[in-house]
């Protein structure tokens, strides 16, 4: 009697072994040709990424003319903007993430002021331009940095409702006081 029931274990084991390993698993479907053509390559977007890559370097271009132009001296933050040197600026590596009172100041290259705000700002919950939330949160209370930002590092292509898309500009912040 045990014997029947190794010799069904040994069985029953068997057979759920073959079956398990003769399952492969599917590979992913490929796409069908009907029509014996390979589906075309997206060109609307290819194109619309060229024309956004060369309206980014145009941006880079004037900015760098601007700063030129003006013998501002400044250096160019990890996102591509330019903040312009101080004499208070500091340079250690303090994190300082706690909500800030700021004034924000947006002008044109050509400076004229297209917006002026105060706002609370709390770290990972504001909607800021790249380029000032690079700088912000490594600023203390009382301390001012002008930001020099093509449009790709402040307001973008769609811009808001002061800033009109594609803007390059400076950005003034001025830290009020850190909450």
Do not use: F
């Amino acid at each position: 009697m045990k014997r029947v029931y190794r010799l069904a274990t040994v069985a029953l084991v068997a057979v759920t072994s073959a079956l398990l390993s003769g399952c492969d698993k599917p590979a992913p479907q490929r796409p069908s040709y009907r029509t014996g053509q390979v589906q075309a390559t997206d060109t609307t977007l290819l194109t619309l990424m060229a024309l956004n890559e060369r309206l980014a370097a145009e941006a880079d271009r004037q900015v760098s003319a601007y700063i030129r132009s003006k013998d501002i001296d400044a250096y160019q933050l990890e996102c591509g903007a330019w903040s312009v040197r101080s004499q208070a600026e500091r340079h250690d590596t303090d994190d300082d993430t706690r909500a800030a009172e700021v004034v924000l100041t947006i002008l044109r290259l050509d400076s004229t002021l297209m917006v002026q705000e105060d706002r609370l700002v709390r770290p990972n919950s504001e909607h800021l331009p790249m380029a000032v939330d690079e700088v912000i949160w490594g600023m203390r209370d009382g301390e001012s940095r002008t930001l020099i930002c093509p449009w790709y590092t402040a307001y973008g292509a769609t811009g808001n409702d002061a800033v009109p898309p594609y803007t390059n500009c400076i950005i003034e912040i001025y830290v009020n006081r850190r909450l």
